[in-house]
């Protein structure tokens, strides 16, 4: 089997893993599960996550140029080996972006706008399960519900910042960074989308505006080739008729 085929053939159980992951973790956060039940998400987050693994693994082994390959995906192996450790596993989070974005993100390129809106979405539902798993408890926090946890998300990501809400641990600090840079990126999505879009409807017109105007050129040619034409054979008819 080859890197390509490998990539195509997991693509999308990958994403499936993904968003199992997320379900389980927006679950484990939401509910905090005691007992037979935390044991069961932990047991099924290392399956999923094994899973990663066998993926990075397998790419691994089916590239062409192992070193390079392995220099240039080090953030991979980082985000499969890292979140092993408890105090990391937030980290666990970045993979799961990663996945879905290689899986439908290429299922909707050449939809920039679309796939811009709802990765930020899910980046707003995840940065706000993040912030409730990294700040709830804590001495001092003021964000300790899943409803602050969204409306502090939403004012981040679209940049406004309003400040009633604000992380007070260094982790929730690193989780805000992706939300504010998510909001600028998604602005600037979607201006360069409607400036493409502008220009591709004036270069529309343009085209459309200059096939009618060789259109009427080609008639005026034409008339004008019929009149001297006309013109030529008077003479001839004139002197015939003499």
């Not at 089997?1 to 379900?23: C, H, K, N, V």
């Not at 397998?58 to 890292?82: D, K, N, P």
């Not at 408890?86 to 390129?109: D, K």
């Given at each position: 089997?080859?890197?390509?085929r490998?990539?195509?053939?997991?693509?999308?159980?990958?994403?499936?893993?993904?968003?199992?992951?997320?379900?389980i973790?927006?679950?484990?956060?939401?509910?905090?599960?005691?007992?037979?039940?935390?044991?069961?998400?932990?047991?099924?987050?290392?399956?999923?996550?094994?899973?990663f693994?066998?993926?990075?693994?397998?790419?691994?082994?089916?590239?062409?140029?192992?070193t390079?390959?392995?220099?240039?995906h080090?953030?991979?192996?980082?985000?499969?080996?890292?979140?092993?450790?408890?105090?990391?596993?937030?980290?666990?989070?970045?993979?799961?972006?990663?996945?879905?974005?290689?899986?439908?993100?290429?299922?909707?390129?050449?939809?920039?706008?679309?796939?811009?809106?709802?990765g930020?979405?899910?980046?707003?539902?995840?940065?706000?399960?993040?912030?409730?798993?990294?700040?709830?408890?804590?001495?001092?926090?003021?964000?300790?519900?899943?409803?602050?946890?969204?409306?502090?998300?939403?004012?981040?990501?679209?940049?406004?910042?309003?400040?009633?809400y604000t992380?007070?641990?260094?982790?929730?600090?690193?989780?805000?960074?992706?939300?504010?840079?998510?909001?600028?990126?998604?602005?600037?999505?979607?201006?360069?989308?409607?400036?493409?879009?502008?220009?591709?409807?004036?270069?529309?017109?343009?085209?459309?505006?200059q096939?009618?105007?060789?259109?009427?050129?080609?008639?005026?040619?034409?008339?004008?080739?019929?009149?001297?034409?006309?013109?030529?054979?008077?003479?001839?008819?004139?002197?015939?008729?003499?």
């Amino acid at each position: 089997m080859t890197y390509e085929r490998w990539e195509r053939s997991t693509e999308w159980p990958l994403a499936g893993a993904a968003l199992s992951f997320l379900a389980i973790y927006a679950c484990t956060v939401l509910s905090q599960p005691v007992g037979a039940g935390a044991q069961l998400t932990e047991h099924a987050v290392l399956a999923i996550w094994t899973l990663f693994g066998v993926d990075y693994l397998a790419r691994l082994a089916l590239a062409q140029r192992r070193t390079h390959w392995f220099a240039l995906h080090l953030h991979e192996l980082a985000i499969v080996i890292l979140p092993v450790l408890r105090p990391l596993r937030l980290l666990r989070l970045l993979t799961l972006v990663s996945l879905l974005q290689r899986s439908i993100g290429g299922a909707l390129r050449g939809r920039v706008v679309t796939y811009a809106v709802s990765g930020t979405l899910l980046l707003v539902f995840v940065a706000a399960l993040a912030m409730l798993d990294a700040e709830r408890g804590t001495p001092g926090a003021n964000i300790e519900t899943f409803p602050d946890e969204l409306w502090w998300a939403v004012p981040t990501v679209t940049t406004v910042g309003y400040g009633d809400y604000t992380p007070t641990t260094a982790t929730g600090r690193c989780i805000a960074v992706g939300p504010m840079v998510a909001g600028i990126a998604l602005l600037g999505v979607v201006t360069a989308t409607l400036a493409s879009w502008l220009v591709q409807k004036v270069a529309e017109q343009d085209e459309a505006n200059q096939a009618a105007t060789q259109q009427q050129v080609a008639e005026l040619i034409e008339q004008v080739t019929a009149l001297r034409t006309e013109l030529a054979s008077r003479p001839t008819v004139a002197n015939h008729q003499a």
